[in-house]
């Protein structure tokens, strides 16, 4: 897979990728199917969401007979790192960990994610300071925010 930004998906772009991440490639009219039994959209707006995703270069297309399969050329666990990475890049150190708990407390996950998860959160206690600095003003400024 290529290095594409997958961070510029709209939220519409992101329904349509999953059912081409789970189908590992899908035609138009698939998609359109597919979709249209998750959403009311017209057949129209798909193809205009799909226009857009080859645009960005996170779709291409191979033609196959009369019709175009599109494939993704980014990764679903790729496109979702690079999108979570872009946003905790934006909030506060010392509140990420909040915003995970609180992720986690909503999040329906197996229990082998859990056992996972058990795992890293003990790895990483025994090297975890005291308390996360914040960084949302500059080093040696007094901070209020947190």
């Known amino acids: 897979m290529t290095a594409i930004d997958a961070t510029k998906m709209s939220p519409a772009e992101w329904e349509l990728m ?3 991440w789970t189908k590992n490639g899908a ?3 698939e998609v359109i199917k597919l979709m249209q039994q998750k959403r009311t959209w017209t057949e129209s707006t798909i193809k205009t969401l799909l226009r857009r995703l080859v645009n960005k270069k996170i779709l291409k297309t191979v033609k196959d007979g ?3 399969i599109y494939h993704p050329t980014v990764g679903e666990k790729e496109a979702m790192n690079e999108n979570v990475t872009e946003l905790f890049d934006h909030l506060c150190n010392m509140k990420k960990g909040k915003i995970v708990i609180e992720l986690l407390s909503k999040l329906e996950l197996s229990r082998s994610d859990i056992k996972e998860l058990q795992k890293i959160l003990e790895r990483k206690s025994k090297t975890a300071p005291e308390m996360v600095k914040c960084d949302c003003l500059p080093a040696g400024m007094k901070n209020e925010c947190c």
């Open 66 to 68: 009369r019709k175009f």
């Open 18 to 20: 999953r059912i081409i």
């Open 27 to 29: 035609s138009s009219s």
